[in-house]
């Protein structure tokens, strides 16, 4: 693997910045999120919603449309009742308490797989669906022509947003401030001023509203006007989705986290119960219809702009400009907490852990790029048909939603003897659930021959994929137990040969340089293969370890701290180790996001010390290697191979069977 072109890294520098420092103290300050920016970047999916949410509730009443005030109250009081129980998580999950961790540590692993699949699967839906609307809106004030270009419009949008989340969390947010707040000011004074001039119509609405309750029950009975306005209330499920975001992002936010992902909260509920239900109330004051080729909200602008003239116009036009905007702020949703739960998730061996790794950027690349990838796709199968896209999108959170406060139930009546205001929280959690549920059934019930099948299905597909990979991961895990068990416990599995003339040291001497990655069977092996292949011929080791920080490492500094001490610890034990056979030892360790970079730079003050110095690396081999274990497994000893032969420096692959299979000598000098 020959180096990058310098052009190609100053292509890559300019577009993502230059790399982070990881022993820079105030690293996490830089990066972390204030509730300001926090509600722009999460409370974007929420408020997004408001675009199409209300809208399908109002128009699910069909002539009953009076009783939308019924659905507002509704909304309102889900809205709360979902936020509070989510700051609930928050507090319980102070490290980050989405979906996925909820289900996993207060119900099961395995349905908390299923809360991490459903989630990943929502949030690919969330960037598909906000970008594909967006360009919609876009293309309403375009000349038709322009309609062919909607896919290449809605890639080139998508694009823009992995390089902007490639950069990091914080620079996508501050790029996208601006339109979030042209989105909030001209909806808040549109919503005002059709509420406060139209205020004298509230009481023929409530006479309406009277009126029209009265004649449903008359002609259904109670039950059925129960039905009209369940059914309308959840035709708005759209708008109650984004709200656990805040949970799942707690590790992006400032110190202090858990206080400030409250305030995050509190915001994000606040702006999207006035924005849902402000609309609902306006659509009914100006007793608002469909227009074809219009949404509700342009018709309702429309009507509340009359008496402005010209300039209500324009500000018409800017206000839904501002809607195609904030759906693609929205999108931001999918890129910071879709590659969060999959770190979550690769930690936990659930997908490849690749998915764990940081750039050097401390971006978790690989989850970008996955969700990226994933919402091309879907926009391009679905021809960015919102109306089939939101058919998906409208199912996959409730799951999570559900799981969630079930889990929370659950917690609150095992820990009712230690927490006092137990039967409190136990009923935030309760209501929360039911919601959720009738909610859920709601739209399956619904929308199931529309799509919703499609969502199910691939919900179910995506959990047997990943089935798959955590029985491998759990089979190579217990053979590497298997295999510490055999070494640590019983050392004199392995093979040193005693240095015969100790205590002279001559640094020029031939050198063999270790890579290990932790005190363990596969390390000692890799140490016990030296000596066998060539006996005494190396008179000096030195052991190189690299602490990855990885999405698990990367909350704090208090972290960054611990992995340098647990390396250090480590290696110490391989230096203590061979000096008592007689030789020189010593080791070299850092930190970083990547091993096969640190490995690069650290090799060339090796051989500065150690002249005569040759590199090892030992390399799993896995019993019936498939194509799958290939994937899953990373190759880092290959890759630095051929870096450092690049630079005209030795390295020898020791081929290590997790099984035991291959030769061990049993005696040893």
Not at 150 to 167: G, M, S
Not at 413 to 440: E, F, P, Q, S, Y
Not at 640 to 648: D, G, H, R, T
Request: net charge positive.
């Amino acid at each position: 693997m020959q180096d990058i072109p310098e052009y190609i890294k100053k292509l890559r520098t300019f577009i993502i910045g230059k790399p982070r420092n990881p022993l820079d103290s105030s690293i996490f300050h830089k990066l972390s999120l204030i509730s300001l920016f926090a509600w722009v970047g999460l409370g974007s999916d929420a408020m997004s919603s408001s675009s199409y949410g209300p809208q399908e509730a109002y128009l699910a009443l069909g002539e009953h449309f009076y009783l939308a005030i019924f659905v507002a109250i509704s909304i309102i009081l889900t809205i709360f009742v979902i936020s509070t129980s989510y700051s609930q998580i928050v507090e319980l999950f102070p490290t980050g308490g989405g979906g996925y961790l909820v289900a996993s540590k207060l119900l099961s692993p395995s349905l908390g797989m299923l809360s991490g699949c459903a989630l990943l699967i929502d949030y690919v839906l969330t960037i598909s669906i906000s970008i594909a609307s967006g360009v919609d809106a876009v293309l309403s004030f375009l000349p038709a022509n322009w309609q062919m270009l909607k896919l290449e419009i809605a890639f080139f949008v998508i694009i823009v947003l992995i390089l902007l989340n490639l950069r990091g969390i914080k620079e996508s947010v501050l790029f996208l401030i601006p339109i979030f707040a042209l989105f909030l000011i001209a909806h808040v004074i549109l919503i005002i001023y059709a509420l406060y001039f139209h205020s004298a119509n509230l009481p023929t609405v409530v006479s309406n509203t009277s009126t029209d309750v009265h004649n449903v029950i008359s002609g259904v009975g109670l039950s059925g006007l129960l039905l009209i306005i369940i059914h309308s209330y959840s035709m708005g499920a759209g708008t109650y989705t984004g709200i656990e975001a805040v949970s799942n992002a707690v590790p992006v936010m400032r110190e202090p986290r858990v206080q400030t992902a409250k305030r995050t909260m509190n915001l994000m509920a606040i702006s999207l119960a006035f924005m849902a239900a402000g609309l609902l109330i306006s659509y009914v004051l100006y007793n608002v219809a469909h227009e074809p080729g219009k949404t509700l909200n342009a018709v309702l602008f429309e009507n509340v702009t009359k008496p402005w003239g010209i300039f209500g116009t324009y500000f018409v036009i800017a206000t839904l400009i501002s809607e195609a905007g904030l759906l693609f702020v929205a999108a931001q949703t999918g890129f910071i907490d879709g590659p969060r739960v999959l770190a979550n998730m690769a930690l936990d061996r659930w997908v490849p852990t690749k998915f764990a790794t940081l750039s050097d950027r401390f971006v978790t690349q690989n989850g970008v790029l996955i969700m990226g990838i994933s919402a091309l796709i879907m926009v391009s199968l679905t021809e960015g048909s919102v109306a089939h896209l939101v058919v998906l999108y409208s199912i996959a959170v409730f799951i999570t939603f559900i799981l969630s406060q079930a889990g929370m139930v659950r917690h609150w009546w095992k820990a009712k003897a230690k927490v006092k205001d137990w039967k409190k929280r136990l009923v935030v959690n309760g209501v929360g659930l039911i919601m959720t549920v009738v909610i859920l059934m709601s739209v399956i019930l619904v929308k199931f021959s529309e799509g919703g099948w499609i969502t199910l299905f691939i919900i179910g597909a995506f959990a047997g994929v990943v089935l798959v990979i955590r029985r491998h991961y759990d089979y190579v895990s217990g053979l590497i137990a298997e295999l510490n068990a055999k070494i640590i416990v019983y050392p004199s599995n392995i093979y040193i040969v005693k240095n015969e003339t100790p205590g002279k040291v001559n640094l020029e001497d031939k050198t063999a340089v270790l890579l290990v990655n932790g005190f363990n069977g596969l390390g000692m092996l890799a140490l016990s293969s030296i000596f066998e292949l060539f006996g005494g011929v190396y008179k000096n080791f030195v052991f190189v370890q690299i602490g990855v920080i990885d999405a698990g490492v990367f909350k704090g500094v208090d972290e960054i701290k611990g992995l340098q001490i647990t390396i250090n610890r480590d290696v110490d034990k391989y230096v203590k180790l061979v000096s008592s056979y007689g030789y020189y030892a010593e080791s070299y360790t850092t930190i970083g996001t990547d091993v096969v970079d640190e490995i690069t730079k650290l090799a060339p003050d090796v051989l500065k010390k150690f002249p005569n110095a040759v590199f090892f690396g030992g390399q799993i081999v896995i019993p019936n290697e498939t194509i799958l274990s290939r994937w899953l497994h990373n190759y880092t000893v290959f890759a630095s191979q051929k870096k450092l032969y690049a630079k005209c420096i030795p390295f020898v692959v020791l081929p290590i069977r997790v099984d035991l299979e291959c030769k061990i000598p049993n005696t040893a000098v």
